[in-house]
């Protein structure tokens, strides 16, 4: 008995024991590699400041958006048209003061023309590229600042002053901006006056990360691939092959003629190849050609680049490269859906960040004009979104009739099948009174033209 006892105490604290090694011990391979990767493992605990790499990056993303085609492509054109469109974000305004809303619609659409649209697209362009933007504003004028010019390289922690930003004592609210002028001299500028719009990537960023960081490397990387084979290729085509001697050792050498010797004959190769010429070489010769350059992985590498480059940026790699030879309606619908989710996304940020602030400067300098009376502004600031626009159907037929099956079964209502088409509901109603009366008034001229 007192033997079972102790085996089965000892049983106990063995399996105790165990249970808690396992719980202890367990191990993770990234942190104990072996030989061949400790040094790339190593290279992962390294960490740079986003704030520091933040100008490098900049400057590459700038080169890159500017000699890659695809990116150039994307920034300046795909870009834009995705996100702002036709007219960019349009002003709604919904006050129960329906000429205060058509009036305050007309004056913005004119701010637009004359100075706001120009600054919505490059405010779009910095974000993106830079990965920040600098809004200056100077009354009813708004300038946007080269994120290059304010000062990267001013910092002094005394004065709570990092990467040409000075904050106030918590660090976290922007006081002033130190920006380089076109002389290189340093101009503070109040921190009320400007506007600076990025998305954080860490909670202590105090600048903005290029959209484009982890994508200029291997980007450069297939710019260079096909250059060097577009090289490679145009050599081989120029040279079509060599001659060499054979086993005898037949010489090429110039030969020196004697006076007392009788003139020997020499060895007259051909230097170039024509079509419909033909050439005699002497049997101890003979002809090696070029084999056609024939590259076989570079397609597949830079299809593969391309695809991990339009991961990285958000959007389908149809739009990126236009390449739709893979492409059907269940891949493009799925791409083109969650492509869309991400512009949505960037369109509420830029609402949120540029063009809200901006519009309540706007209305501000109404009232300062005397334009509006405090009374309306003051409605006005509680009663205005803006909405961006939407985007045509894959496919309008299915599109139309799931929109008209998710109706009827209340799985959607007729404001959220409006919204994904860029239109706010009272808009599409007073369109539909508009165009009722027209219909009405044809029908009468076409009722009183039959009884002519």
């Known amino acids: 008995m007192k033997f079972l006892k102790l085996a089965k105490k000892y049983l106990f604290f063995t399996q105790?024991?165990?249970?808690?090694?396992?719980?202890?011990?367990?191990?993770?391979?990234?942190?104990?590699?072996?030989?061949?990767?400790?040094?790339?493992?190593?290279?992962?605990?390294?960490?740079?400041?986003?704030?520091?790499?933040?100008?490098?990056?900049?400057?590459?993303?700038?080169?890159?958006?500017?000699?890659?085609?695809?990116?150039?492509?994307?920034?300046?054109?795909?870009?834009?048209?995705?996100?702002?469109?036709?007219?960019?974000?349009?002003?709604?305004?919904?006050?129960?003061?329906?000429?205060?809303?058509?009036?305050?619609?007309?004056?913005w659409r004119d701010y637009c023309d004359e100075v706001f649209s120009d600054v919505?697209?490059?405010?779009?362009?910095?974000?993106?590229?830079?990965?920040?933007?600098?809004?200056?504003?100077?009354?009813?004028?708004?300038?946007?600042?080269?994120?290059?010019?304010?000062?990267?390289?001013?910092?002094?922690?005394r004065e709570n002053i990092y990467y040409g930003i000075k904050f106030d004592e918590s660090l976290k609210i922007p006081l002033a901006y130190f920006f380089l002028d076109k002389d290189s001299k340093l101009i503070k500028l109040n921190a009320k006056n400007i506007i600076h719009i990025f998305q954080k990537v860490t909670a202590?960023?105090?600048?903005?990360?290029?959209?484009?960081?982890?994508?200029?490397?291997?980007?450069?990387?297939?710019?260079?691939?096909?250059?060097?084979?577009?090289?490679?290729?145009?050599?081989?085509?120029?040279?079509?092959?060599f001659f060499v001697s054979d086993e005898k050792g037949f010489n090429l050498e110039p030969i020196t003629p004697n006076d007392n010797d009788a003139p020997k004959p020499q060895a007259v190769l051909p230097t170039k190849v024509e079509v419909g010429n033909m050439?005699?070489?002497?049997?101890?010769?003979?002809?090696?050609?070029?084999?056609?350059?024939?590259?076989t992985n570079i397609e597949f590498f830079i299809k593969q680049t391309n695809r991990e480059s339009a991961k990285a940026l958000g959007i389908s790699y149809s739009t990126l490269t236009g390449d739709l030879n893979d492409v059907n309606y269940s891949s493009i619908r799925y791409g083109g859906s969650a492509e869309r989710r991400g512009f949505m996304r960037l369109q509420n940020f830029l609402i949120r960040k540029l063009h809200k602030?901006?519009?309540?400067?706007?209305?501000?300098?109404?009232?300062?004009?005397?334009?509006?009376p405090p009374s309306q502004i003051e409605l006005a600031l509680n009663n205005f979104t803006f909405k961006a626009q939407g985007w045509e159907y894959i496919d309008p037929?299915?599109?139309?009739?799931?929109?008209?099956?998710?109706?009827?079964?209340?799985?959607?209502?007729?404001?959220?099948?409006?919204?994904?088409?860029?239109?706010?509901?009272?808009?599409?109603?007073?369109?539909?009174?508009?165009?009722?009366?027209?219909?009405?008034?044809?029908?009468?001229?076409?009722?009183?033209?039959?009884?002519?």
């Not at 484009?212 to 040279?239: C, G, M, T, Y």
């Not at 050439?279 to 070029?290: L, R």
């Not at 007073?430 to 039959?450: D, P």
């Open 16 to 107: 105790r024991f165990t249970k808690k090694n396992k719980l202890l011990n367990f191990s993770f391979p990234s942190l104990t590699p072996n030989n061949l990767v400790s040094s790339s493992m190593q290279r992962l605990l390294s960490n740079i400041d986003i704030n520091q790499s933040q100008n490098s990056i900049t400057k590459q993303a700038r080169h890159l958006s500017l000699t890659n085609s695809l990116l150039s492509g994307f920034l300046h054109e795909t870009l834009h048209a995705e996100i702002l469109g036709k007219k960019g974000m349009s002003l709604d305004m919904h006050t129960p003061n329906k000429n205060l809303n058509l009036r305050l619609e007309n004056l």
């Open 120 to 157: 919505e697209e490059l405010t779009l362009l910095h974000l993106i590229r830079d990965g920040e933007a600098f809004i200056h504003i100077n009354g009813t004028d708004l300038e946007v600042l080269d994120p290059l010019n304010i000062d990267h390289s001013f910092t002094n922690e």
């Open 204 to 241: 202590n960023q105090v600048r903005g990360l290029s959209k484009l960081a982890s994508i200029i490397l291997p980007a450069d990387q297939v710019d260079k691939f096909k250059q060097a084979e577009i090289q490679r290729a145009r050599l081989q085509s120029e040279i079509t092959g």
């Open 279 to 295: 050439n005699y070489i002497g049997s101890d010769m003979k002809a090696e050609f070029i084999n056609s350059h024939n590259p």
């Open 357 to 372: 602030p901006i519009f309540k400067v706007f209305l501000k300098n109404l009232a300062l004009d005397s334009k509006l």
């Open 397 to 452: 037929y299915k599109e139309t009739m799931a929109n008209k099956i998710a109706l009827e079964s209340a799985q959607k209502s007729l404001s959220d099948i409006l919204r994904e088409k860029g239109k706010e509901l009272d808009s599409h109603v007073e369109e539909l009174k508009k165009e009722s009366e027209i219909y009405k008034i044809l029908n009468e001229n076409k009722v009183q033209g039959a009884k002519r």
